[in-house]
């Protein structure tokens, strides 16, 4: 910071321009004084010179001791000239050699000077000599009727005498200039080092170190100021920490609550977020095809042209939206500052478990009804085709009975499953956790699915990043979940397409990713691929000789989440289909 920008430097340029100001004025009037005052002891001195001097004439008969008289009476630096009334004159000696004598002639042309003679006035005159190089001071006062004293010196003595005096003027004024400037720095730094603690205090303020205190140096205006500073610091501290537990109260019910919460300003920016809103906002980014890494914290569309009605109409506003076949209800209420709508918040809730269970009442009986009664119906009706000898040669009644059991297989693995099932849902799944080598198990499972990707015309794929080589889990059941994602995969994919399986082997997670490009899963059905009996379309399948139950997701879904992992499903129609599992790594 620049000097003359301080408040030291303000204060004591102030008080130096004041101070310099004042002895200016100050020094310029003594000058003046000084000089008129030299001039007029001077003038008054001679006169009174003169004065004597006339009357000594006048009085005395003996004119010799006159003169002598006058001689002593008079300042050895001047002269005395006398002109008496027969036009005579008589003029003295002087110390000073540059001082001429006066010429009688040229008294006679000085009319102001010839005044003292011709009307008896006395006279005080500035003027040059005759030799035109000394300017003197001159009086004269009349002596009888036609006579006169003039005692005249050079102006040389006064001028010295007031150098001598505005040296003494000059050299007060530079005593008092320094003086002043000392006094300035002290007094100013006086008061500005409290200031300086307070700045430095109001720094720390702002850098949140609210117990920094500023010493109370004095008892006048600045140390109350102090006292006030320090009564702020500890106000400021308590209200920044309620406001900061407040905040924290706040942030714990939003983060814990299972609706997803979304905070916008006008500008269409997500300011705040909890963990199930951030779940909505990565599906309305994948619905957009946009990707989530790009962090712009900008409100995607619908939740955009919502906010923006809600803003303009300073309504409350209901939308139900469907995503990846998730039903989501939002709830969107506009924010006021004062009277100014300053943005909106959102309120979201995942309705789709509710409309999943709903749905699972109204089915379960419709698909346990249809899944039993197809099997039945074939048991019945070729146990009768038996009974009655419609079948005649010994290999049609073997063909009939090859069907009856392939149907009651069929029946006891749907029994199977299901029991299965509801022992996994009940908790009573054991696993048996084993140390499997990653490669060995994903190459032996996909060995066991090439011959059936080559008969579908489906290329299959292994991508594959392990770090960690050896992991813990129950080998059977997480076959028993590869198997069904890749048979699906496989079974949903047209000729000619592509089913890839990654795997990614770390020190914590075993994930693994199956993606097809084949027909994909409507966004309806989407929400319940995980539930009992659901199965796809069969104007989507593939292959429809093999038939499935429609357990085989929710069985694996349970499997992984016994092992303390989550397995997820994104698709689009046409486009293709990722299911993707993670097992998080135990320990034998």
Do not use: C
Request: no cysteine; hydrophobic share 40%.
């Amino acid at each position: 910071m620049m000097f003359w920008r301080s408040v030291v430097g303000k204060l004591a340029i102030t008080i130096l321009l004041l101070v310099s100001f004042v002895l200016f004025i100050l020094t310029v009037l003594l000058l003046e004084f000084f000089e008129n005052f030299h001039v007029d002891e001077a003038e008054k001195d001679m006169m009174q010179t003169a004065t004597k001097v006339s009357i000594m004439v006048e009085q005395y008969d003996n004119q010799e001791l006159a003169l002598e008289t006058a001689e002593r009476v008079k300042d050895p630096a001047s002269r005395l000239a006398i002109i008496y009334e027969d036009g005579t004159s008589w003029v003295s000696q002087s110390i000073d050699n540059d001082l001429g004598k006066l010429d009688t002639e040229w008294l006679k042309k000085e009319n102001d000077l010839m005044g003292v003679i011709t009307n008896g006035e006395n006279i005080k005159k500035q003027l040059f000599l005759p030799d035109g190089n000394t300017e003197v001071m001159i009086v004269g006062t009349p002596v009888s009727q036609d006579g006169a004293v003039f005692v005249y010196q050079s102006l040389d003595i006064v001028n010295q005498t007031k150098a001598e005096t505005t040296k003494i003027i000059f050299l007060a004024a530079g005593i008092a200039i320094i003086l002043t400037t000392i006094f300035a720095f002290f007094l100013s730094t006086r008061i500005t080092s409290p200031l300086i603690k307070m700045r430095e205090a109001a720094f720390d303020l702002t850098r949140g170190e609210f117990n920094t205190k500023v010493p109370i140096l004095t008892h006048d205006e600045i140390g109350e100021l102090a006292m006030a500073f320090n009564r702020m610091g500890r106000q400021l501290k308590f209200h920044i920490n309620a406001l900061r537990q407040e905040k924290e109260q706040l942030s714990s019910i939003v983060s814990s609550m299972a609706d997803g919460v979304i905070t916008f300003n006008r500008n269409s920016d997500m300011l705040i977020t909890n963990p199930p809103a951030e779940r909505f906002i990565e599906n309305l980014y994948y619905e957009n095809d946009m990707d989530s890494s790009e962090n712009n914290n900008k409100a995607p569309i619908p939740l955009d042209e919502i906010l923006t009605n809600v803003i303009q109409d300073e309504k409350e506003a209901i939308h139900e939206i469907n995503l990846q076949g998730r039903t989501w209800v939002m709830i969107m209420t506009p924010l006021y500052d004062q009277t100014y709508v300053r943005g909106a918040v959102a309120v979201i809730r995942d309705m789709t478990e509710e409309r999943r269970l709903d749905k699972l009442r109204k089915d379960f009986i419709a698909n346990v009804s249809h899944e039993l009664r197809t099997p039945i119906s074939m048991l019945q009706g070729y146990s009768e085709a038996i009974v009655d000898d419609v079948a005649e040669s010994r290999e049609d009644k073997n063909e009939l009975a090859q069907i009856i059991h392939d149907e009651s297989l069929r029946m006891g693995r749907l029994v199977n499953e299901l029991l299965d099932l509801a022992r996994m849902e009940a908790g009573h799944i054991q696993l048996n956790i084993e140390n499997v080598n990653v490669e060995k198990f994903i190459e032996r499972i996909l060995k066991k699915f090439k011959g059936l990707a080559d008969e579908s015309d489906v290329e299959l794929n292994l991508i594959k990043h392990i770090s960690t080589d050896q992991i813990y889990i129950d080998q059977d059941r997480v076959e028993q979940v590869l198997t069904n994602l890749i048979d699906n995969a496989i079974r949903h994919t047209n000729e000619n397409g592509k089913v890839n399986v990654i795997i990614e082997s770390n020190a914590t997670d075993f994930n693994v990713s199956v993606n097809d490009n084949g027909s994909g899963i409507p966004e309806d059905d989407l929400p319940f691929v995980f539930e009992r009996f659901y199965k796809a379309d069969k104007s989507r399948t593939k292959n429809s000789k093999k038939k499935g139950t429609g357990l085989g997701l929710s069985i694996a879904k349970n499997i992984v989440e016994a092992h303390n992992g989550s397995i997820t499903v994104n698709s689009k129609i046409n486009e293709g289909t990722t299911f993707s599992f993670k097992l998080p790594l135990q320990e034998k």
